[in-house]
């Protein structure tokens, strides 16, 4: 149920809706309501999901079950409409019936007018129906005119129902846990919500932050609350308790904003309404649209600004009425009255760069409006030298090895898997990592070798598990500085699941992890299995035969780069790079600066910046229902392909069995997502490489055509349909937090055209004849090694990158 339950429950809505209105306003009997179970099994699941959920609630749909078993069909579907006008972000219902009524309902439909933001407030506890209604009447007589914001409570009695709401209710922003709840939860839950209870409630890393309490309940208050923002960081916490407050204040701040007392009802609100105002805050984009309004005279650069060169122009003023007058309002060079420098921020620019180092879980986040390209140059020449071995995935993007070149620093490439099938890599394999590192330590150069950039997710969406990777590196070499290139996954930090294979909350847990008691004594076990008595190290296949465990005084130095306009809302180049390093201050940050300075124009194109500022309230407030709502509707897609007759026969939708082979993975499930988000937590939590569902990779070779013709001539052409990358048999579909239902039925109704077109194609084509894309695949070119000339000692893979570029240049004249 989580994957899918805000589609579960929009369709369950939308279903009584349909069945209701038939017996409201047609003649059919009442038997028909009795046979259709449908209605039934819709009421008992909504009776179950809308535990989680504000505004509604359990009783809500118990009366609708009263009204339809009394025949009161009218006043039911009226009901239900309020519901579907709700989740389709109508605020006002067609024609209610007032008659039927009562002041709470009155009040609510004022509520549902009011055109504030909403949000949802989670609160712990065991209570009953008095004391619910209780909390709704408080928090009615708190909410004033002058309130940005709006927010209804979600009251749920136990841990797990508290695990269960937000798992499945992306409009839950903060969390109030009082003291008296229940352990388990007495819903009847699906199996895949059960589980993913379960998963979620295990996951939380143990021992980090020892409470200073040692009372049962004060430690239960604290596991919920390390689960709840394990699941969802963004969540703010509160504990509300009456006795003791003192105490538990001391043992439990670490993990809450703010303890209230009960009494605090006021300071409560307040307290919620100003948190979700710090989210939504965007001072860069604030400051540009107060810059639009103030009148200034320009004596600087850029004529566009203000309009000047283009208003009063005879010939291009249609740039002015296509993009409207803002963008030229917005566009100036000023970096003071309230704007400010991008090359050294300390006012708005900086501000944003902060939160957003807060929403992705950085220490350090900075906005680059050259793409990924230069983000990744930044990095390198922040911390690489002329003559220091970088590890780097063969397949990277080309940024790198430019990289690389304009450092000076030796290059040691690794080699990803093969796809030979399908005509593209797959990721680098962890025991290819440690034998290169192995290999460098036996000749004694271990100590040159200062990085490794991997790509993270690859282009075609299988996923590293960073965690695994950096904790094994680290294993064999204690300092070694991490660069992922997560060009194409920023908008995994706002899922549960996806977040975990990021950057930065791997390099968190990780931290975490070799600080507890746990793993210094796992540590210390391992290092006897891996050395010998005199203290050497046991041959490397003892090494490779083991998860190894790096020391608790590894250091954790990781940077992640991101086109944030790939997969966020951001306008193009608009990327950003995330620093979680602690060796920040005395080995990085200047050099990172000057690096900085040397990559990033003086004229920053300010409309990305706000973009970027703008987009980073957007996931901060709803990422994890985009995310969630796109996973979705990716796994639709494939399932709609891999059920349907005709399509089946013409595409096939490659799965993790097809894109990543079976040693490099546990999990077993082909598509772990279509079997739950259970199912996909195991696979993230412990398979080698799992695949990004939102990707769908599907192999065209039925068709008769490439995948460029697939591309342009079908999809482009005929349908305008834009996809961008295909192999010679294979075409990738991305869906992104922007994809809606409809463009995915839009897909398949094309998906279905093409096939019988091609299916057409093939019944007159001459049976004996393969087309081209269905011969055999030649196997991927292996790279070849440094040549001699340029290679560093002949043994070891890395060579001079940077002498060869050049001599490449000039040889060519
Ligand atoms: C893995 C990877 N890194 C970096 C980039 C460059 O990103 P940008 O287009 O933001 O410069 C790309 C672009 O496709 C990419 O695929």
């Given amino acids: 149920m989580p994957a899918s339950s805000w589609r579960l429950r929009s369709d369950a809505w939308e279903y009584l809706r349909f069945a209701v209105k038939r017996l409201a306003t047609d003649s059919e009997t009442a038997d028909a309501l009795a046979t259709d179970g449908e209605v039934h099994r819709n009421l008992r699941a909504l009776e179950t999901i809308e535990l989680y959920w504000a505004g509604f609630g359990q009783r809500y749909v118990a009366a609708i079950a009263e009204l339809l078993e009394a025949g009161d069909y009218r006043t039911a579907l009226d009901r239900i409409g309020r519901v579907v006008h709700r989740l389709r972000h109508d605020t006002v219902p067609d ?61 749920v009695p136990s841990a797990d129902d508290a695990v269960a709401a937000v798992l499945t209710n992306p409009n839950i922003l903060a969390c109030v846990v009082r003291p008296g709840f229940s352990e388990h939860t007495r819903q009847r839950l699906s199996r895949d919500l059960q589980e993913s209870i379960r998963l979620a409630r295990a996951e939380v890393v143990r021992g980090t932050a020892p409470a200073r309490s040692s009372l049962a309940s004060v430690q239960r208050v604290l ?11 963004e969540l703010d916490l509160y504990l509300v308790a009456g006795a003791h407050i003192e105490d538990l204040a001391g043992a439990l701040t670490r993990r809450f904003r703010r303890v209230f007392r009960r009494e605090d009802q006021l300071e409560l609100h307040l307290t919620l309404l100003r948190r ?20 200034v005279g320009v004596f600087h650069a850029l004529p566009v600004a203000r309009g000047g060169s283009v208003v009063a122009s005879k010939w291009i003023r249609d740039l002015a009425d296509f993009y409207g007058l803002n963008l030229l309002l917005a566009e100036t060079s000023a970096t003071s009255g309230g704007l400010d420098s991008l090359l050294a921020p300390t006012g708005a620019i900086k501000k944003a760069q902060d939160l957003a180092a807060r929403a992705y879980g950085a220490k350090h986040t900075f906005f680059v409006t050259n793409g990924t390209s230069t983000a990744n140059k930044i990095v390198h020449q922040a911390l690489m030298a002329p003559n220091d071995v970088v590890l780097v995935d ?73 965690e695994r990777v950096m904790a094994e590196c680290l294993a064999i070499k204690p300092d070694l500085v991490f660069l992922w290139d997560e060009a194409w996954f920023a908008f995994a930090a706002f899922h549960p699941v996806t977040r975990r294979r990021t950057a930065m909350a791997a390099a968190k847990r990780l931290e975490q992890q070799l600080g507890t008691t746990d793993h210094a004594a796992a540590h210390r076990a391992q290092q006897e299995r891996l050395h010998g008595a005199d203290g050497s190290p046991a041959g490397d296949e003892v090494w490779l035969s083991e998860r190894l465990i790096p020391a608790p005084d590894a250091r954790i130095r990781v940077y992640a780069t991101q086109s944030t306009h790939k997969t966020l809302t951001a306008l193009r180049q608009g990327s950003m790079i995330h620093v979680y390093d602690q060796d920040w201050v005395r ?28 987009g980073r309230r957007q996931v901060e ?75 769908i990779t599907i192999e065209i070779s039925r068709t008769g055509v490439d995948g460029d013709t697939f591309k342009h001539e079908h999809l482009m052409d005929r349908y305008g349909i834009q996809v961008n990358k295909t192999s010679r048999n294979t075409v990738l579909f991305m869906t992104n937090i922007g994809t809606s239902r409809s463009a995915i039925a839009y897909l398949i109704e094309v998906l279905v055209k093409l096939a019988e077109r091609f299916e057409e194609a093939r019944a007159q084509q001459d049976p004996d004849l393969l087309s081209a894309a269905e011969t055999d695949m030649p196997p991927l070119p292996d790279f070849s090694a440094f040549s001699a000339r340029y290679a560093t000692d002949g043994v070891l893979p890395d060579g001079d990158m940077r002498a060869a570029f050049f001599r490449g240049q000039h040889a060519v004249g």
């Fill in 95 to 155: 024609e209610p019936r007032d008659e039927y009524l009562d002041e709470s309902e009155r009040a609510e439909f004022a509520v549902d007018a009011d055109p504030r933001p909403r949000f949802e407030v989670l609160v712990v506890d065991e209570t009953t129906a008095q004391d619910r209604d209780g909390l709704r009447t408080e928090l009615l007589r708190l909410r004033g005119p002058a309130d940005d914001f709006v927010y209804d409570y979600v009251v």
């Fill in 223 to 233: 596991g919920l609350a390390d689960t709840l923002a394990a699941i969802r960081p």
């Fill in 276 to 295: 979700v105002s710090h989210l939504y805050d965007t001072p860069f984009f604030s400051a540009i649209q107060d810059h639009a309004r103030r009148p």
């Fill in 621 to 695: 407030l709803e990422g994890f229902e985009l995310v969630q709502r796109q996973l979705d509707l990716a796994t639709s897609l494939s399932q709609a392909i891999a059920r349907h007759p005709l399509l089946r026969r013409t595409f096939r939708v490659l799965t993790a069995h097809d894109l990543v082979p079976a040693a490099h993975r546990e999990a077993g499930r082909p598509m772990p997502l279509r079997d739950g988000l259970a199912s996909m937590w195991e696979a993230w939590a412990t398979d080698e490489f799992v695949v990004d569902p939102s990707r």
């Fill in 394 to 466: 063969r397949n990277c993007h080309k940024s790198h090895h430019h990289a690389v070149m304009l450092t000076g620093a030796r290059p040691a490439y690794l080699e990803a898997y093969p796809l030979n099938d399908f005509a593209f890599y797959g990721a680098v394999p962890i025991d290819r990592i440690k034998q290169l590192l192995l290999d460098y330590r036996a000749q004694g150069r271990l100590d040159e070798v200062r990085m490794i950039t991997l790509t993270n997710c690859t282009f075609d969406g299988i996923v590293y598990d960073p």
């Fill in 587 to 614: 080995d990085a940050e200047e050099p990172f600066h000057e690096a900085y300075m040397t990559h990033t124009s003086t004229s920053p194109n300010y409309q990305i910046l706000a973009s970027l500022d703008i």
